[in-house]
């Protein structure tokens, strides 16, 4: 279970700078820096719902 425990500390960290960042630049959602956050928040939150998915499949 280490890499589930991996992927949820990644999510909480993306999580935490992706609100950070959104703050930062005045809750303007279209800026780039914020789209690349919340584009790599989206992906690791996917590798986790595939990882759940294929242990709930075994």
Same mark, same amino acid.
């Given at each position: 279970? =280490?890499? #589930?425990? *991996? %992927? %949820? /500390? *990644? @999510? *909480?960290? $993306?999580?935490?700078? #992706? &609100?950070? $960042? @959104?703050? /930062?630049? !005045?809750?303007? %959602?279209? *800026? =780039?820096?914020?789209? +690349? =956050?919340?584009? +790599? #928040?989206?992906? +690791? #939150?996917? !590798?986790?719902?595939?990882? $759940? &998915?294929? /242990? @709930?499949?075994?």
């Amino acid at each position: 279970m =280490a890499e #589930l425990e *991996d %992927l %949820l /500390k *990644d @999510i *909480d960290k $993306l999580r935490e700078s #992706l &609100q950070s $960042l @959104i703050e /930062k630049k !005045q809750w303007n %959602l279209v *800026d =780039a820096e914020v789209v +690349a =956050a919340s584009k +790599a #928040l989206n992906f +690791a #939150l996917n !590798q986790y719902n595939k990882f $759940l &998915q294929e /242990k @709930i499949g075994e």
